[in-house]
């Protein structure tokens, strides 16, 4: 159910790395599920490690890109897909941003350990500043005793910690946090283009991972590292994936021709070179099955060193004084920090709701008009009893999901279903526009609001992608005329990911197989949350 508690000034406990693997293991994965699916999974996982670490979250982004490597090393290059001509390059590229990550994991590493430990030294000398009688040792968690649930009750004492806050109490903030950071994204990007760099390098230079000064990456070409350099990381990565070189154990069974990386024909900005391996990572990587899960930074670390010309590289932050957010009044918040200015490294949305196997599901925020301006764009179709779908694409700010787009993607329609084409053009559109599939619309033109065992199984394959992945419903000439609906886990995800039935409609054993994902739910409708129509059908 949707959390209902204020705002609490500081975080959760800081984990060490062990910690944060062990969770990031935590994941399910289904061999039967389509490659093509696991492959946006893993494009996702990359590009929320990307926000997280613009925010200073350091955990969450060590969480992210361990278990990219994890499901990539071992299970996508076993799929029984993998050998398809149409997923190859897919999977090359997915390998190949593993040799990056696992740059960047052994970065984060020892500062990540070095905050825990900070921590841990923190809460002894205040248990000992505090003990009646003598010095006396606070608690401390091993990786055996350590779970979620009592991570969760645990406040920090770090006086670094961010401001965690309720979703369903801080609407207005949400709307001009979103506001503001989604302008600035814009405005960077732009920068990238107007420097003369094209879309195809900015997403290639993008997915290989180099996340955090990527703007100013572009404009300093001087700086970018030798190619041969890299191009040797990534063949040792392909030697590791391959099972060809032991490396703290990583290895794997051959499941087919191995292709050798090809030679970079463009210049990579710059990255650490590291002259050992990466043993405390590789080692870590091993085969095991959990559920997701996300948790709040309690440490901000240092920040990114501005770019050299700030004109075309990341536009600088607003001064309080000229910005029509820096008087908001955050009256639901309780003691806010007089020195957070609304940007999402100063807040994040606590879980709104949770699966029904207890793992928490990030706020989802939705503008109201919407719903509205998509059944408008879906009226001709109605009137002919045809259906319509649409993608809700947005993004990610402070641990919650924001729909700022709605693309309406080229489609074949019946009165009862609606199937998208040339999906590829609608995910380079997505991908160019450094957007996340956030779920889907669709239409009943003559039937009632609900999901049909056609939406289940459509809906199935989103929900795989990202757990929070929702599915609205309008029924224009029915009462209720719409409704947000997610999949139960268990037993609805599972239900129809198993499910063999051929027929176009057919029933499932289970009664609980959706659920309503607005009243209540992880989705609250946030008055003032702007949103762009992008309709792709030809001749629109």
Known sequence: MASHSGGVKGAAQPLNVEQIVQEAKNFDYNPHIPLKYWLRTAATLLREAKIYEGEGNQQQTY???FRHAELVINHLATH???????NKAGL?????????SLTKLDRLKPQINQRYERYEKLAHKRAAEGAGSGPRHAPSVSRREWRFSDRGRRSSIDPAGIQSIAADENKDLAVKLARSEIKRRAVARKATRQAGISEEVEQERRTAGLWGNWEEAFTNDETDMDRDTLSRQMQNVRMEIDGKKDRAGITRRESRPRQPVPRPQYSYPTVPVKNQHHDGVANSLLDQRQR?????ESDQGPPTPPPKDMSSSRAAPPKPAKTPFSDVELATVRDPSPASDLKPSGFTFKPSAFLENG?????????PELRH?????????TRKNLETCGILCGTLISNALFISKLVIPEQRSTSDTCEMVNENRLFDHVDGEDLMVLGWIHTHPTQTC???????????????????SIAIVCAPTKNPEWGVFRLTDPPGMPSVLNCTQTGLFHPHAET????????????????GLEFDVYDMRPGM
């Open 63 to 65: 969480l992210l890109l």
């Open 80 to 86: 029984a897909d993998a050998a398809s001509q149409e």
């Open 92 to 100: 090359l590229q997915a390998e190949k941003d593993v040799g990056t």
């Open 292 to 296: 997701p899960f996300s948790f709040v």
């Open 359 to 367: 793992s928490p599901l990030r706020t989802i925020f939705l503008p």
């Open 373 to 381: 301006k998509f059944v408008t764009i879906a009226e001709s179709n």
């Open 450 to 468: 609900f999901m049909s065992s056609r939406d289940l199984h459509t809906h199935c394959g989103y929900q795989v992608m990202m757990p929070e």
């Open 512 to 527: 609980n197989i959706y659920t309503d994902a607005l009243r209540p739910g992880h989705v609250f409708e946030a008055k």
